[in-house]
């Protein structure tokens, strides 16, 4: 029995099947994402945030210092709401002319 070489069509068809299987058992890349705690950013040299801990710039910059990264504004922060049920803050006094 002997083996008919492929065509050229039939081996493209082919290849191209194997890649979208493969790409389909793989799944989409997704970058990392930082959690979003902190009101700063470091972003790494891709410019994907890595890590959003940071309540201060400078915090973040002494961090990303001698890095190939930055420091940006986290955009999914937001800052804490006070609560409803809280008592207002007490009066300040007045300071009395004189």
């Known amino acids: 029995m ?3 070489p492929m065509r050229p069509a039939a081996m493209l068809w082919g290849g191209l099947a194997m890649l979208l299987l493969g790409t389909a058992a793989i799944g989409p890349a997704s970058p990392a994402r ?3 705690s902190g009101p700063w950013c470091q972003l790494d040299d891709s410019w994907i ?3 959003c801990s940071f309540t201060r ?3 973040c910059r002494a961090t ?3 890095l190939n990264a930055l420091c940006q504004r986290n955009p999914a922060f937001e800052p ?3 609560r409803r049920d809280a008592a ?3 009066p300040r006094p007045r300071k009395s002319r004189g």
Request: net charge negative.
């Open 88 to 90: 207002p803050p007490p």
């Open 80 to 82: 804490a709401q006070p």
């Open 49 to 51: 945030p890595v890590n």
């Open 57 to 59: 710039f400078e915090q």
């Open 64 to 66: 990303t210092a001698g």
């Open 34 to 36: 930082a959690e979003a």
């Open 2 to 4: 002997t083996m008919r």
